[in-house]
């Protein structure tokens, strides 16, 4: 059996996470190994993230402006972006915490559909929603907004 996860609190409702399987456990690691390559970015993995008032989450991957954390948690302003990885949660995600990162300012978010076998990618918050909506598939090469210039390859 897997073991909890834990929760997440989502505008002061309380979210059981599902458990994480091998194949999404793999992802999250590739993408730290991709990510850990940029410079001057700090990479949580399955950290917190406050989203003021009342909402915490523990995306997979954050991408963090280089700072201190040890008296705070990373808040929007921080977040350069987020990385959710869904195998169970791909509702979860696309309907309840992407609006959330989107009413929040966080710049960027990819979604990648260990299901469907492609990332989605949200760039240009706007309320609680994203103007920019692309899917990319595995092996196609992406750039985040904050940098432009690396080519990372969508991990499968």
């Given amino acids: ?3 909890e996860r834990g929760v997440e609190l989502l505008e002061g409702e309380i979210y059981q996470m599902a458990p994480i ?3 999404h456990a793999y992802a999250v690691n590739r993408w730290n190994r991709v990510f850990s390559s940029l410079p001057e970015v ?3 993995v399955q950290g917190p993230l406050a989203l003021p008032p009342d909402t915490y989450l523990e995306p997979d991957l954050a991408l963090l402006r280089p700072g201190d ?3 705070r948690l990373p808040r929007p302003e921080d977040v350069l972006l987020v990385v959710e990885v869904a195998d169970a949660s791909l509702d979860y995600d696309l309907t309840k915490k992407v609006p ?3 009413k929040a300012g966080v710049p960027e978010v990819w979604v990648q559909d260990l299901l469907g076998g492609k990332l989605l990618l949200f760039r240009t918050p706007e309320e609680d929603h994203y103007r920019e909506q692309i ?3 595995p092996g196609e ?5 904050a940098f432009p210039e690396a080519f990372l390859e ?3």
């Fill in 42 to 44: 700090f990479v949580q």
């Fill in 154 to 156: 969508v991990p499968w």
């Fill in 21 to 23: 399987g091998p194949r």
């Fill in 141 to 145: 090469r992406v750039s985040p907004l």
């Fill in 100 to 102: 959330l990162y989107a």
């Fill in 135 to 137: 899917w990319v598939r």
């Fill in 1 to 3: 059996p897997l073991p």
């Fill in 69 to 71: 954390y040890r008296e």
